[in-house]
């Protein structure tokens, strides 16, 4: 998601830090968020929830209307924690 965020010509740098991985994820549209396709933004929109601060805010929202796994990737891919 970083090689994104200045194309085409300049360089960015995201540092190795807990609060400024999540400042900087905070504001990405969920669509932005690897693994999140048209059907999941569809249902998270559904709920009120348009970026990653907001799956934040609302994981009891997400643990009742999806399944764990889901809920957890969803908030996982909002920390920017990438799956091993």
Known sequence: MASEERKPNDQFVLENDAKTIEK???EKKIRKIPGVGPVNEYYLKGLSIETAADVLTNVDVLTICFSRQSAEFFVSAA???GSI
């Open 24 to 26: 900087f994820m905070a």
């Open 79 to 81: 920390l920017g924690l």
